[in-house]
């Protein structure tokens, strides 16, 4: 451990007991939201970097696994929190969220930093264009149910039924691609693992204790935080939880194309959001039957139409073979234009 | 003429007179319908085989012709018993069906199976590439008087002259595109005839007059089995009819596949996708006219939403220049879940 | 100057007095529009060919803004007309058709110009790739407002202030872009200015005076002249003066086709669609500010799926790699589709 690691553990330790402080005192919701969210942002990185440890461990083939099922848990436990709340838009706007922030946004930072470092950078690998593949069309699934709730009369009342159908395609979706394209990590050669086995599973157990709790008290700040700031709860999902949750975490993503490994970059980058498309949104949808709350696919038009145009972005950025800054800036503008369309609302 | 074609005309044959039999009996209208689908989908197939003998007969000049003229008729046949029994839902999803199942479940099909047997496959011709973009831009074409009525308040009164317009535009593009890329069928260096020109022009003779007949108890049987199955006409038209008439044929597209011949595999997925788009939709648009139910091109929003997704997935998944058995299979997924939501209606 | 250069300033010369005659005179609004009209065609070409001439006398790095800046100005000068006289509808069709008219026909006649001469082109450039891309990515921000308030409840009422950030982020990625891609066009090796800088000037500021003019006239004869041909004012501004406008001035980029160097003709004739995006539109929503009749970004429905699924096309047709004349007719065929759907209105 060395210490960059113990520099992040810190800080996130400070930032969650200053959230658990702020939380059980008498704090304005607004100061409570925000120090939840730059917790559970570390947290998240946290449990990143010690589900990757954990997976240099256990072998390439289940590495994948792990890092799925694992690094996924901040997400997780802000949408299961939420949910049982009853705060379905903001779990919708949170899945759809992470990929668009991730597809986008993260790419568009990687791609601006990565070009004022290195200027205009190539890649040709047909592993990132796969990758970016198998996200339009992820993407394309995942709308579909919202689709045929809007624009088909027949379909409307059976938004329900079709979320299910979905969710268990995208399921067997990631049965089936999982040994291929997630243990495909091994493509980054793994630094040795820097922890030893029991210190990480230390780490990812305190950073995944503490994400669940400090998830409970965002979840508990979200709804009076952001009526004092007159923003929608689609916003908070769709910026605030996506960002927190998932997109700090590829901040990976971004030093690798700083380092000049673009075709890397995007594959991490995509990846993540691809994990959230076929495992945490179907897990979710099951998961949600526990709830009074059923989360469904049927998700605000406006979020299945970002979801496809992010989408088929992600996927031409990445065929064009090439990125500059200018590439990375339009992305991260298309981010801003497209995340304040969803700034009013209840 | 050999065993296997032998074994697929008796086949045929015997389907053919069972779906016959069911329909001058008592048999279910169910019955009659299974029966007759599946009659349909062999003498496509055996239609298809005989255009393509007599294509290698004519000269690769008017093989194309031959191809586009004869290839469709038994969709033209079922499109042309069902306008003339007003049946225009089924019509219109089944052209569009034929679109989607060529370039989604065929094409996912072919991916599937090529990457089961001969792992990640490479493509890299342009003539993939451009058909996929011909494909993209005619299902731009064939979408656009759905959306001028669903989104265009002026235009929505005027989607009957809009589709005339547009039908216009695609003959001519037909004409145009003919000479280059159908007759490009000679790209699949062809076999020599292994028939007769005689017993061609017999077994298309008596596979076209079946499937005339054929056409007509299925269309008989449609309306009264869909109500028993609960399916709607949409469902009936999009999936039954399209993968009856059209899809099964493509076999030789998966086999081509399977047989590490990806590029062809495309180009003829693809291309038959084409011709329904370019050749077959125009003319019943035109021959529509001779009927009481005139055929527009003015779908159900939802159809033309998933026409236009499914041609912007053709083309990049054509583009990324590789394909493996992940990427059919989010294809199949992505078939299951438009397909399901096309299950509800009339 | 030369006798080509001689003859277009005489023909734009004889027409801008025919309209002006026409305007002051008892013509029919149909005889004033179409003069109008053609006037400013040939000015607009002459105003860009002008400019270019400067821009080889600046030295490249000013060469990029004072084309920019002063490319645009008969697009301008109609805009702060139209809006002027209120004819909202006008002016944000003509930016989209602006967009369409180049991306989508001018590339058409590019490719089928460039294919009945030289056969299939191919061109494999990184620069032409990332201008479609930029363009694309332009077209998502630009409809974004759009969509918002066609399918997002909370964001309806708040389209005004979203087009106001949008046009912001359009101006700053602007202004980002404009060193590299827009100065770019040093990739056409500048043949050496023919003129010198006085006779330039002198006929950049007439051009550019009489533009002003007949502006005026096109723009006072429009309301009328639509009227009387049953043509409602989006198809006036979408077809007429985008293609007025802009797009005849892009007679260069289906000149660089037929000279057989596709790679410039994309570069050239998607660049000026990308200047409308990212320069004069922002522009305009800004300086109507001044005027009873804001420039919001939030178009009719249709227009803005339109242009997206144009920008898309756009994409598709670069990225596949070659061109041919097929193609071309397929491009040209869906701007003909999509421009007989705005022919309806009011």
Redesign the interface.
Known sequence: MNRGDLRDIGLAAVLAVAAGAAHYSDATPVLSFVLAAAAIALLARLVGGATEQLGGRVGSSAAGVVQSALGNLPELFIALFALHKGLLGVVQAALVGSVIANGVLVLGIAFLAGGLRNG?Q?FDS?RA??T???M???A??LS??T??S???T??A??GRT?SF??AG??L??FA??LP??LSGGDGIEGEPPRWSLRLTVIVLGCAGAAAALTSDWFVAALTPATHTLHM?Q?FAGLVIVAIAGNAVENVVGVQLAVRNRPDFAISVIVNSALQVALLLTPVLVFASLAFNTTLTLVF???LA??L??SG??V???V????S????G???I??Y???A???????
């Open positions: 205009t190539y047909p264009r796969m970016a593949t198998l339009v069309l992820a394309a699934i579909t149910p689709l045929a809007a624009f088909h027949p379909a009342p059976h079709l159908i979905c395609v995208l067997v979706l089936v691609t291929s394209f929608s689609d605000p038009t406006l139409l970002a496809l145009i088929a972005v996927a031409l950025v065929y064009d073979g090439e500059n800054k200018e590439e800036a339009i992305l503008g298309l801003v234009v497209i304040s369309s969803f700034w009013w609302g209840a």
